[in-house]
């Protein structure tokens, strides 16, 4: 019992240690807070705060961003978790229809706790690593929401979005990762 608790609090303290904290402030102006922290599973979190399921998806060498959205930018592919489905489930058929791309493998990178400043209520953003082949051409998302897609060299990714201290961190421990799953 002992070592086990030893483990868990080593285990908390250095989950606690990457942890990365930044400001947000909404298009309608809610002002959020941002607690971004590495992962190797999602278990631990309470499923029905998690909302959101999204990827640094690799095809071959490339990674694959999407254009659309709600703020009609570049992005990672993924989208909003349904009812029943679990986290890999959302990913899986999110990558299918935002991309028209089989996700062959992933693995957990992070999450992002992010908090409503108003009530300090809030949700989870969970973020994957992914390797995809594409089903064939992209055509449409079914919901509209990215309208095309491109496959970039990884490395250029913030010339098409810059997400901060919190998106380097996404992108480096995904580069870091995709070895792991090629």
């Known amino acids: 019992r ?10 908390q303290l250095k989950s606690h ?21 590495e992962a190797d599973s999602f278990t631990h979190l309470d499923y029905f705060r998690c909302r959101q399921a999204y990827a640094v998806c690799f095809c071959a060498d490339k990674m694959v961003i999407g254009y659309g959205g709600h703020k009609n930018s570049w ?8 009812e029943g489905e679990d986290f890999e489930q959302t990913l899986k058929r999110e990558i299918q229809e935002e991309s028209n791309m089989e996700v062959l493998k992933l693995l957990p990178v992070g999450y992002q706790k992010m908090i409503d400043t108003r009530d300090d209520s ?12 594409p089903y064939g051409p992209f055509v449409s998302d079914p919901a509209e929401s990215i309208i095309k897609i491109k496959l970039i060299n990884p490395k250029d990714y913030k010339q098409y979005f810059d997400w901060g201290k919190i998106g380097e961190r996404i992108i480096s421990r995904a580069l870091d990762l995709k070895s792991k799953i090629a």
């Open 2 to 11: 002992k070592s086990n608790t030893h483990w868990s609090l080593q285990s």
């Open 75 to 82: 992005g990672l592919i993924g989208g909003t978790i349904e």
């Open 122 to 133: 809030f949700i989870y953003q969970l973020r994957y690593v992914c390797t995809a082949r």
């Open 17 to 37: 240690q990457k942890m990365i904290t930044e400001n947000y402030k909404g298009e309608s102006g809610v002002e959020y807070i941002f607690e971004y922290s």
